[in-house]
């Protein structure tokens, strides 16, 4: 077979190329090795009814216009406002931290405890809060999130957080902030339609099926492309479990509850889905359904979720780039073909820069 254009992976970065260059009249297939579109952001039903993001809470924000407008032309949000708690000492805090709750504990006058310039996550942490407050919320939940002590994590990692001034309870302040009414299935499905799509085809083991004339755009990851042979790049996944509790409405008051502390339990957080439905459908439906998260290094690509963030690993994957970027007709991009963290909004930021580059460019 041949086509002008494969895409390789459904997931926003593919299903955004995929739809740019189809809208500017460019002939496109996309293929996708699990049986559903949509990649990572993907969600389905439980029986009674509540949805579930499937591989884990989606939150939706962005301060973009542009990138608003795009993905409102294929599905219609409501506003949801992340809102995250972490159990600490037995009762259910602000995540992230409030400052009532640093003043309460530690005292008006409160300083972080490192000063200068931090070259590890533990250091960065503690740049900005007390050594008390990293402990109780932040050292364990990094640990059990990344395997590794936190001091042997790179510092970056810290810009994901920060201690609030205020009580505000809101995770992020985007002037955009929601979920698609209909759900991540439906916008993804919607994103793709009249395009054709291939599901459960992996690519990588039918490279020779499909004569790609102008480009490939490959969105898996990028060590597997190159069958590993210069190293593995390492990943965190979580293994899910889901629990339905017939006799309750709420059992938690978050959709999202941290659970940094060892003491109770190895779950990282506990995700309670009905918040995170629009309130006149969740009411009206019996029982709750909690997800447990339990880290754990994937080996099977399709558990990767979080690239590793150290120096190591960096490194491979610059080299793997290099390779990636001296192959003609050969853009490697998005999450894993990046080992990059793309919150949503950035990967379809990023996809719509690469699609009119390859408008531009083939
Ligand atoms: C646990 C978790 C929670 C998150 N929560 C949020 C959030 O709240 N808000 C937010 O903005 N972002 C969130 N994100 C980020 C979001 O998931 C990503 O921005 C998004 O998934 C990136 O899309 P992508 O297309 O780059 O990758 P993916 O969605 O992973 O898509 C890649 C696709 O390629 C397919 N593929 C790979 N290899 C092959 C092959 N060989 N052949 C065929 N197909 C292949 C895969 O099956 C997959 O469908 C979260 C991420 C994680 C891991």
């Not at 039918?206 to 790049?233: A, C």
């Amino acid at each position: 077979m041949k086509v002008d254009y494969l895409i390789v992976g459904s997931g926003l970065t593919g299903a955004t190329i995929a739809r740019i260059l189809t809208d500017a009249g460019r002939k496109v297939l996309v293929v996708e090795r699990r049986s559903h579109l949509g990649g990572n952001v993907h969600d389905h039903y439980h029986p009674s009814g509540i949805r579930i993001h499937t591989y884990g809470p989606h939150y939706f924000r962005t301060s973009s216009e542009k990138i608003w407008k795009f993905v409102n032309r294929f599905a219609s949000f409501y506003n949801y406002e992340a809102v995250l708690k972490s159990y600490v000492d037995g009762c259910y805090e602000n995540w992230p931290i409030a400052g009532s709750y640093i003043r309460r504990i530690i005292g008006e006058n409160w300083q972080p405890e490192f000063k200068g310039i931090p070259t590890n996550f533990e250091e960065a942490s503690l740049a900005i809060m007390p050594n008390l407050i990293y402990k109780k919320f932040v050292k364990e939940y990094t640990e059990k999130q990344w395997g590794v002590p936190a001091y042997t994590l790179s510092s970056c990692l810290a810009k994901r957080f920060n201690v609030h001034e205020n009580d505000d309870p809101r995770l992020k302040m985007n002037k955009y902030q929601g979920i698609p009414y209909n759900g991540y299935a439906h916008l993804m499905n919607n994103i793709l339609k009249d395009i054709p799509t291939l599901l459960n085809f992996n690519y990588l083991r039918h490279r020779d099926l499909i004569k790609v004339e102008k480009m490939l755009v490959f969105t898996g990851s990028i060590d597997e492309f190159f069958n590993y042979d210069m190293g593995r790049l390492a990943y965190r996944g979580q293994q899910r479990e889901d629990v339905y509790i017939s006799n309750v409405d709420y059992a938690f008051p978050a959709g999202q509850i941290n659970n940094p502390s060892t003491v109770n339990g190895d779950h990282i957080r506990i995700l309670e889905w009905k918040h995170m439905m629009p309130k006149e459908y969740a009411d009206n439906i019996q029982g709750t359904v909690l997800t447990k998260e339990f880290p754990f290094s994937p080996t099977n690509q399709d558990n990767y979720e979080y690239p590793f963030p150290d120096e190591a690993n960096s490194n491979l994957y610059l080299s793997y780039r290099k390779r990636a970027d001296q192959t003609n007709k050969l853009l490697i991009c998005g999450r894993l073909g990046e080992y990059k963290y793309y919150d949503m909004d950035q990967a379809i930021a990023r996809a719509m820069v690469l699609a009119r580059r390859i408008i531009e460019t083939t």
